[in-house]
């Protein structure tokens, strides 16, 4: 069996490391640090972006079911409606006829519009509080789009600073720190809304 050249590890790893301290070493450290840094801040800017957005769903679902309540009261006048109508015209055939109608009619004619003016407030009012939570989710899902877009401008910041670090490119690492700047300030411009 032939004999295998033997590589002294310890002395190659003390050659690295020389070789790192004096070819960009403490470059190294600071692209990782940089780097480190804008991936604490992308994942924030992450989970504030499903934050915003989750709770836009929230409100987009309780606008839709407003929405849906909304409709049923206005259904209800119209069923009201219909049925003063139809009131009005038993009280017309009655007429015609050249009797008296009976003043139950009236009565009924009169609740009718009362109970319809009751149920158009209620209507209205539902539509006024969907509006609000439907504006508010608006309002989020802009917020959730400028969150995502810090965030995407932090991954490509990231790889920016690793490519940086692979070619010891200090105009690339520059490049990786302004995108970083970039997405810190769309992050922040997010909390002074």
Do not use: C
């Not at 006024?128 to 989710?137: G, M, N, P, Q, T």
């Not at 920016?160 to 411009?189: E, K, N, P, Q």
């Amino acid at each position: 069996m032939p004999d295998e050249a033997e590589i002294d590890t310890e002395k190659l790893h003390r050659a690295i490391e020389e070789e790192l301290e004096h070819d960009g070493g403490s470059f190294l450290k600071t692209i990782a640090l940089t780097t480190t840094l804008l991936a604490a801040v992308a994942a924030i800017a992450a989970l504030q972006a499903g934050s915003t957005s989750n709770e836009a769903l929230v409100l987009k679902t309780e606008a839709t079911r407003l929405q849906s309540e909304a409709s049923d009261q206005w259904a209800f006048y119209q069923a009201k409606g219909i049925k003063s109508a139809v009131a009005q015209a038993s009280e017309a055939a009655w007429q015609a006829a050249g009797k008296p109608a009976p003043a139950t009619l009236d009565a009924q004619i009169a609740r009718y519009g009362k109970e319809q003016e009751d149920i158009k407030t209620a209507a209205e009012e539902k539509e006024r509080e969907r509006d609000a939570k439907s504006a508010e989710a608006d309002r989020l899902l802009h917020k959730h789009h400028i969150f995502a877009n810090a965030v995407a401008l932090f991954q490509v910041s990231i790889a920016l600073g690793a490519l940086a670090a692979l070619t010891r490119m200090r105009a690339v690492w520059f490049g990786s720190l302004g995108l970083g700047a970039v997405g810190i300030a769309l992050f922040v411009w997010q909390f002074l809304l």
